[in-house]
């Protein structure tokens, strides 16, 4: 097995300054870094990711990408001409008795400040990109990758240069199905990466790689031997041609992998972008704003409608008013007021405010004497106006009062109704704009989900793109493919002729490669049958005595099938798997890759109790370490990890404690348990 | 040391070989084989290197002068 032990940090994202972890050799094979959220437990993985394969996880450009890696401390406290440093070492060690060996990776990048801190007035000094040069390496990259090898305590020269070195220990593909990161862990739901996993990860790439050198060493041989110079000549332009596109069909199908893997990466963040907006926030956006359109018609109805009851209102209550107060000094107020009005003296609001607030007065005066008895409000006068009951005064007042009050009664009353109205219309009109108001707030929180929404739809039309390209690139590929067997056929016909030992070693390796198709068939196949099985067991394991899970099946298609017994007896083919689920049958298939791919390294799990229940938790943090072979590095928080920490003390080499001091400054702490 | 150990390498040509016995592949062709897919995953050959290396192993696995 081979065993990461030391890890060294400089100015990396929230680890500034120098930091080095010293996790050690020991048989006891998990290392735990514990942390809460936002102590660094990603970017310690991000760091080692991006040291094997300078890959990290983002939606920014290159440039900013690279200098968003650099720690922000180190960055502000740049001088002019400064260079500051952001480097990750990996050193890894072989974990056998007999044999010694050591590797370290590097991979750093520089930068330089050139422009003093652009301080804006009142907000705080964010760093610019633009205020730093990128130290270049030769060859004109700005990262520089390295290694370094022992064996004992010597030094030794690499076998060939350094990225091959790393695709030896560590090839690209270890980063998408070892390195687990979070929930974006090996999905039982997507048989098209566990094909790929499978077939990539269990040699199936080395039959490849021998069947082409075969066809290349076969021309070679057809080459030499063909004795008719003109014939040579045609086939040397067959042979020529044939390696051209030999040549050009294996950059196209890394093309189209690569393509393949874009998209899948792209589909990867697309879902994230989902997750993130959540469809139930963009329908909240959508419903707000519909809400929104809706409130905003109604009070257009209703200021309408408001303006409208006004306007009656005020022409009645005008007339009202006259009947009212039928005086001089009355009339002669509305005439002025009205010319006032039309002179724009006055604004008309003023007008209609001020009369329907003598409108008010008056009517809550006649309501009151339409509310009582009328012999009540003759009392009432009489009093005030200490008259006597039958005199002729009284009498001449009563009979007034009465006129005055058959003549306006109706109109008050319906003067009334129309006023609640007005004032039912106001109300309902505040509560729209107190309404309107939360809206507004609300959705300006959700302002960022335009921002979302819009990565997202520039996502979508790449992936649109990449897909055409993709189906370009396949008929591509198809028609490169009848090509090279055709003119196959034609060199083979030139493998006829020439020494009887060209001729049978034509022969032999054509039938050799046809039977390395019929064996690499058969490879992947039992591959898959034994990692079906040995997955089969470890999820059992996993989920020990929880549930009666009969086996885990990998049909033909890599379609993941739990089949699962009832309490009934009866089985139960489970094809949907929650998060927790997904997670478990993750580490079950990586492990079992592991075993059948010959993989040493490291297995690296982000967070993985966090998703599952406590009873769950504890049952495959407790089985985990016996169930999975080799160095298994898990980050968790410390709050899912704190019940189980002592049960599996017998396995844990290290627990390594990062604790954020500040703002993106993280503390390393090495204890053993 | 290396990704692929020697238990492996061993561990899977026994896996090929029992397949290669399964399919009824001659014999001159089943070792050519295993020893090319031993050369392949314990020092893979890359551009240009591969013609001797492969020629070598065809001629004696395949009993051929070439």
Known sequence: MVNLVRIELENFKCFFGKKDVDIGLSNKNLVIFEGDTGAGKSSLLEAINWCLFGKYPSFETEKVRDFNLFSDQSIVDADIGEVVTCKVTLTFEKKDELENERISFSREMQVKRIKKPSLKKGTSYSPEVDEFFFVTQPGGVIQKFSAIKWEGYQQMPLESNVILTREKYFPQIVSDYYMIYGEKFIDPRDPEKIRLATERNCFGEIFDKIKDNLTLVKHEIIKNNAKKSNKREKLNELIKDQSSDIQTQKVKKENMELFKKQRTEMEKIISEIDKEMGKAEGNRANKLNSEREKNLLRIKELNKELKEKEKEIFGDGFKLLIKLYA???????????SKKVKEGEIPPKIKTEFINSLLKEKICICQRKLGKKESDILK????????ADNSEEFLEMKYEINSELEDIAPSIEEHINKLSLIEKIRNERVELDERLKIISEELSGLKDMEKLEKERKILDSNKNRLDADIIILGRELEDLSKNIKNRDKEINKFGEIGSDESVKANVFITGLSNNIEKIKKEVIESTRKDIESYASEIYKDLFKSSTKIKKVELDEDYNVKVIIIQKDG??????????????????????????????????????PYSVLDPIHRKRIALNLPESVPGQLIILTRADTFEDIKLKIKPYINKVITLEKEREWHTKISTSKI | MGIINKNRVEGFKERVKKIANDLKLPEDQ?????????????????????VNRYLSIISAEGGLDI
């Open chain 1, 570 to 607: 009866k089985e139960y083919l489970k094809t949907k798997f929650s998060t927790g689920e997904s997670l478990v049958f993750a580490i079950s298939f990586l492990t079992a890759l592991r075993k059948y791919s010959g993989y040493q390294g490291p297995i690296f799990l982000d967070s």
């Open chain 2, 30 to 50: 089943k070792k050519c084989l295993l020893e090319l897919l031993e050369i392949e995953m314990k020092h893979p050959t890359f551009e240009n290197d591969f």
């Open chain 1, 380 to 387: 009432e006068i009489r009093d005030e106006n200490e008259l």
């Open chain 1, 327 to 337: 005086e001089e000094p009355m009339k002669e107020l509305f005439t002025e007021l």
